[in-house]
């Protein structure tokens, strides 16, 4: 069915309580959303193919038909991309590089060794961002990385950190669009420790020594660090957590990543970014689902992922808050899991952008917070669907359910031969 006409009559409910919804569609889709490349074949990569995830995260399920090569992981993401409208980014890890069949160590990754990923992104428009990977690795089997006591260990993680940025910074040089560089390590213990203070101060040092080693141009790389709560297998502490982060971020002027599953159940990410923005030069957001714990689900069109956005919206955070996913499903299939989690967070931007952002905030600084209520119920049940349609339509993206029989052929014709 056409969308226009019901765009037409959406657009003049909206105008009646002063919203441009034309305009809010323009808004929408500019801002980068950053897809995380790790969702199309469970975090394994392509440094080592019989690689298994560590480091506390996990994937659950075998949904037939994951990506075994890069080729594989970029024909499905290229494949995603056109389901989901607006502005893209593609997240790489470390462990995603093209080695060539040859051994590359974490302390010897160059910007040569991501190259393909470069040309394929700057082909396809796609923006670039880049994450060190602290798992999944020999060095980090006891638990460690940068916060091992074995100085040999340490370095060799810290080695890892120095090149990362420099990645980053290429891949920002070779898109023309800022690259965020996203450092987390799983370090923490399954049980109490006695001995907190030696980890947390040899994570400072790496950090310390991290980010003397090389200055980037925040014009193409944005460094950002991760705190966590715990991992599986790290219950019992995280050596990187809310408080460490938050005085590192200070300390080197980076931004801080806000994973929504890696706070306690009843905190909410949502209420961080206007206070975090006071002080810190910005944030990388992992907008992920927890259910009940760090469990990483698909991001669904939820209360909390479209408060995050409006609170970007209202702040007029764009420019400094960079919006990641980060999510792994391999319990469905993944190319959807791309399709359903980015359409929701780009559903949810839109939805900020439809609120009469003025009118609210009038309501409120006026003390009448009794129709600030009922806006925010009313607009609950405004037409929203109906302008979400017609951007969708206008992007050349399929128009509600309709991507999902392209990705069953998809699924038909190319993943079950696999
Ligand atoms: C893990 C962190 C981290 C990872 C990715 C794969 O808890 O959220 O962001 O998910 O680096
Ligand atoms: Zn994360």
Known sequence: MNTEKMYEAAKEIYASIGVDTDKAIENAAKVPISVQCWQGDDVIGFENPDGALTGGIQTTGNYPGKART???????????????????????????????????????????????WVSWAKERKYGLDFNPTFFSHPLSADGFTLSHNDEEIRSFWVEHGIRSRKISEYFGKETGETSCNNLWVPDGFKDTPVCKDIYRGNLAKSYDEIFAAVKTDDRYNLDAVESKVFGIGAESCTIGSNEFYIGCAMKHNVLITLDTGHYHPTEVVSDKISATMQYMKGILLHVSRPVRWDSDHVVILD?????????????????????????????INRIACWAIGARNARKALLSAYLEPR????????????TSRLAYLEELKTFPFAAVWDRYCECSGVPVRDQWLKEVKNYEADVLSKR
Do not use: C, Q, W
């Not at 993401?77 to 462990?95: M, R």
């Not at 609210?360 to 003390?367: D, P």
């Open 70 to 116: 890069i080729d594989e992981l970029k024909a499905d993401f290229d494949f995603a991309a056109k389901l989901i409208p607006g502005k893209k980014k593609f997240s790489i890890h470390a462990i995603y590089l093209d080695n060539d069949g040859k051994k590359v160590d974490r302390n010897e990754i160059e910007p040569k060794h991501y190259d393909t």
């Open 303 to 331: 209360d909390e992922t479209k408060a995050i956005m409006s609170e970007i919206v209202r702040g007029g955070y764009e420019d400094r808050v960079h919006i990641g996913l980060d999510y792994f499903d391999a319990s």
């Open 358 to 369: 003025e009118k609210l905030r009038e309501l409120e600084l006026n003390g009448d917070y």
